[in-house]
């Protein structure tokens, strides 16, 4: 995803960051000339996760700017951030995207948002070929003004759930059990060491239901339940697919936070989440994956501000078990 460190045409790679929150957007950033004076910043808009092109071509037409084909043969937007010498004589890189600020980009590799792209117009935008809003409707402003801060709680109790990678740096720090079904359904891919053990395993847990009177789709799924892997394991014994397979674990956890879910978005977001929220343990955990998980622990809250529970946190965490 935004792993090279060059590409082809030689321009170093420089940084990333996400106009959604759901990951979906990410604007990579490449260097031409090394880190120094007189560089040039360019960016690389791509939409890995939504395969009909449909989201890139709306948001190029929004934002008025011509598309791309990456080595993938994927449609992206690509242009230059033209760098600015600021009143204390700093330089800076500002990107915009149409006549919206985006971000403001120092050469010492900070990265400051200023605008994002909501859920519910990123998913207008991918679900039809002909969207009408224009840039003030797609791209939002970071900051609002305090007076008009939506105070209801009405319909906003899934603000309370944890993200997908917090949910996912909790599956690895606690070393949870993880279900082969999940495995095979969100098309994970297992290196070839962990493919022979989890063969093994599913081979002695099927003769455990050798009387069960189950047959076809429904054995293999009551197999496939009760056939675990270690959820640290999983990811961190297999680097050479972790990117890919992160990516698909946390399009399975995320849920809309500004727009209407249907029940199945719900479903799906509680089924994938279910093992993360019982929390069950594997049975001959790892300790050298404590250490190497130790780091999550700051990096599930913001720096310098407490962590706090509210209502809505303990109502999602008590609904998320009772679904599953």
């Not at 994002?116 to 003004?145: H, N, W």
Request: some cysteine; proline content about 3%.
């Amino acid at each position: 995803m935004v792993t090279r460190d060059s590409r082809e045409d030689g321009m170093q790679y420089f940084g990333c960051f996400f106009l959604d929150n759901e990951k979906d957007m990410i604007l990579n950033l490449y260097l031409e000339g090394g880190r120094g004076e007189e560089n040039r910043l360019f960016y690389e808009l791509e939409t890995p996760n939504h395969h009909t092109g449909n989201l890139i071509r709306n948001f190029a037409s929004v934002c008025h700017l011509p598309l791309s084909v990456n080595e993938k043969g994927l449609q992206v937007i690509r242009g230059e951030v033209p760098a600015y010498i600021d009143g204390e004589n700093r330089e800076v890189y500002i990107l915009r995207l149409g006549d919206t600020k985006v971000a403001n980009i120092w050469p010492d590799g900070r990265i400051e948002r200023k605008a994002s792209v909501p859920a519910i117009a990123k998913t207008l935008m991918s679900q039809t070929k002909d969207y009408r809003y224009d840039e003030t409707k797609t791209i939002f402003k970071t900051y609002i003004r305090r007076e008009v801060k939506f105070r209801s709680d009405l319909h906003t109790h899934m603000n309370g759930n944890l993200s997908p990678d917090i949910l996912i740096a909790l599956g690895i720090a606690h070393q949870i059990r993880y279900p082969l079904y999940y495995v095979r359904k969100l098309g994970l891919v297992l290196s070839d060491a962990q493919e022979v053990r989890v063969h093994a395993a599913r081979e002695k847990v099927a003769r455990q239901f050798a009387d069960s009177g189950l047959t076809g789709k429904y054995l293999a799924r009551k197999i496939n339940d009760n056939t675990f892997l270690n959820f640290a394991d999983l990811i961190l014994e297999n680097l050479e697919n972790a990117e890919q397979n992160i990516v698909k674990i946390r399009i399975s956890l995320a849920v809309l936070k500004d727009g209407q879910a249907v029940f199945t978005n719900l479903e799906k977001v509680y089924w994938s989440g279910c093992s993360r929220t019982k929390r069950t343990p594997t049975t001959g955990r790892t300790p050298s994956f404590r250490t190497a998980c130790s780091g999550l622990r700051g990096s599930t809250r913001r720096r310098g501000s407490p962590m706090r529970r509210s209502p809505t946190r303990r109502w999602s965490r008590s609904t998320s078990r009772s679904e599953c």
